[in-house]
């Protein structure tokens, strides 16, 4: 491999949407609002992305030190594990992201006051202790759970709240769909690795709950964010033009028929889909709130 194509593979681009799309949802919101700041929607761009770059490193060379990545791995090749990259580098691009990040996070308390710093830190903590650290709770069973918090919830607000230091209701109601959608990229992730995770003594919730409760969970997650997208707008506590993204629910047959008949690799097509799902809806409802 040529010296750039390890680091693009390590960085798993594929991977963004899931930090731009709360980010886009907070924008839309604040734009709909009137309190939309380009600055604001900048720098807390570049800090969801530069926290997403870091925490795919990280994850890179955590999983290599802790062998967590057979020579059967169905996902996409680790390169610390194939020594492609030496740990000590994989760990100082680590940080320099999260430096990156940083930079992002003060300019952000600058124009939104330090609840961004409890955020920030929390973010940090979240992504270190994933597969890192002395009990990575990615090995427990939390992933997803940390995953809706972080991704949905604590980004999508804090998207909005970076405009004018408020979070309005509908974020927070918001903040739920994406974040069922993002966990639901996790789920499918984590299904297609449940040998390979089980071999290697990763306790994932896939593991815990085995093929069919996974893939019924899978399920649940992608229909259910459509459903609470329909209920909240006719409901009239968001904005009702937003109802209009939940029948983007009917691209999403596809992906949950394939999780019921796929397994192994040939799960990586739904992984990908439902990563296009969980950014098109984010997009839909920007627009959607943006034009409120």
Same mark, same amino acid.
């Given at each position: ?9 390590? $960085?798993?681009? /594929? =991977?963004?949407?899931?930090a ?10 604040? !734009? ?14 570049l ?10 490193f990280?994850? !890179? ?6 062998? *967590?990545d ?23 691009a680590?940080? =320099?992201?999260?430096?990156v990040?940083? #930079?992002?996070?003060?300019? &952000? ?41 972080f991704?949905?919830?604590?980004? =999508? ?5 970076? /405009? ?5 209701? !509908? ?13 639901? #990229? ?7 690795? #449940?040998?390979?995770?089980?071999? *290697? ?6 593991? #815990? ?12 997650l992608v229909?259910? $964010?459509?459903?609470?997208?329909? &209920? ?8 009702l ?19 019921y008949r ?15 799902? /969980? ?14």
């Amino acid at each position: 491999m040529s010296n750039w194509r390890p680091w693009l593979a390590a $960085a798993r681009i /594929h =991977t963004l949407p899931a930090a731009v799309t709360p980010v886009l949802v907070g924008a839309g919101l604040a !734009d709909g609002d009137d309190v939309f700041r380009w600055d604001a929607f900048a720098w807390a761009l570049l800090g969801a992305v530069a926290l997403q770059v870091a925490a795919n490193f990280a994850n !890179d060379a955590s999983d290599a030190r802790r062998a *967590a990545d057979s020579p059967g791995r169905l996902g996409p090749p680790r390169m610390v594990a194939l020594g492609e990259i030496a740990a000590p580098r994989m760990w100082a691009a680590t940080w =320099t992201a999260v430096g990156v990040a940083a #930079i992002a996070g003060i300019a &952000l308390t600058v124009i939104a006051g330090p609840v961004i710093l409890i955020i920030g830190v929390s973010s940090l903590l979240a992504m270190l202790g994933y597969v890192g650290g002395p009990a990575p709770y990615g090995y427990r069973g939390l992933g997803e759970v940390f995953t809706f918090v972080f991704f949905g919830l604590v980004a =999508t607000v804090g998207s909005r709240y970076v /405009h004018d230091m408020t979070a309005p209701l !509908d974020s927070w109601l918001l903040a739920i769909p994406v974040g069922m959608l993002v966990t639901s #990229i996790l789920v499918v992730n984590n299904l297609r690795d #449940i040998e390979t995770d089980s071999a *290697a003594g990763k306790r994932t919730l896939a593991v #815990i709950l085995g093929s069919r409760g996974t893939r019924l969970l899978y399920a649940s997650l992608v229909l259910g $964010a459509f459903v609470l997208i329909a &209920l909240f707008a006719l409901a009239g506590w968001t904005p009702l033009q937003t109802a209009l993204a939940a029948l983007i629910a009917t691209g999403a047959t596809g992906p949950i028929r394939a999780v019921y008949r796929e397994g192994g690799r040939a799960l990586n097509r739904v992984l990908a889909q439902t990563a296009r799902l /969980h950014l098109v809806t984010g997009v839909a409802l920007a627009l959607a709130t943006a034009i409120s």
